[in-house]
């Protein structure tokens, strides 16, 4: 089975912080993706990635950018973690070409105080 | 803009009655799925269903793309079938991306 695994479950950080989310796939796959949930909204993408070194801008990037150096791992950082960024975030994976093997992570509940 | 939207946002059923859930798109895809979330918060592929219909077990889903909408038809349901349905949508021209609707929230009861 594919796994996707978030290196935290759940983070709290203070305003103004830098925080890293981590999020590595062990399948190979081309697409990575960063989403946040929040009630009542559903599920809004971040940013995404279709290979290394490459990103794209979702539907809300702003405060958000993302690194991914290596196929397997894609980051992302909140430059200056502000209170309204309190939210699960969730990252996936898939192939390019099968959107259909969406698989996601466990999801990083994170609080900014 | 495109957009995906659910319904209804919540149901209460009690074991073993049987649902059905909806999803409209606004435009033409070429990928719809539908997932589940777990009480934990784990998201699960349900299924991969651009179009027809697919059955597994309990649950069977139904996408009829021409009238840009989908139904998820939950039979005999179970305590265990609690958590949130969400379908996503691949809209054409829109690289891999899915786009979520906001979820149907189930809570079966005994």
């Known amino acids: 089975d594919v796994k996707v695994t978030q290196s935290s479950r759940y983070l709290v950080k203070r305003t103004g912080e830098k925080v890293f989310l981590e999020c590595v796939q062990d399948?190979?796959?081309?697409?990575m993706f960063w989403y946040r949930q929040d009630p009542g909204l559903g599920l809004r993408l971040i940013y995404f990635?279709?290979?290394?070194?490459?990103?794209e801008k979702g539907d809300i990037p702003e405060g958000y950018s993302v690194s991914r150096e290596k196929k397997e791992r894609f980051s992302l950082i909140l430059e200056s973690a502000s209170t309204n960024q309190t939210s699960m975030y969730l990252c996936?994976?898939?192939?390019?070409?099968?959107?259909?093997?969406?698989?996601f992570g466990s999801g990083t509940r994170l609080t900014v105080v | 803009g495109i957009q995906v939207e659910q319904s209804p946002p919540d149901l209460i059923l009690q074991e073993g009655a049987n649902s059905t859930l909806r999803c409209n798109f606004s435009?033409?895809?070429?990928?719809l799925q539908w997932f589940h979330q777990n009480p934990w918060g784990q998201l699960i592929n349900l299924f991969y269903?651009?179009?027809g219909t697919k059955q597994n077990g309990r649950l069977s889903a139904t996408t009829v793309a021409t009238e840009r909408y989908s139904l998820l038809y939950i039979s005999s349901s179970q305590t265990t079938d609690s958590g949130v349905y969400f379908c996503?949508?691949?809209?054409?021209?829109?690289?891999?991306?899915?786009?979520f609707g906001t979820g149907t929230r189930l809570q079966v009861t005994l």
């Open positions: 269903i651009p179009s």
């Open positions: 996503a949508a691949r809209f054409t021209g829109t690289a891999s991306k899915l786009t």
């Open positions: 399948m190979d796959h081309e697409n």
């Open positions: 990635s279709y290979d290394v070194k490459m990103k």
């Open positions: 996936a994976s898939s192939f390019e070409d099968r959107v259909r093997g969406y698989t």
């Open positions: 435009d033409s895809v070429n990928n």
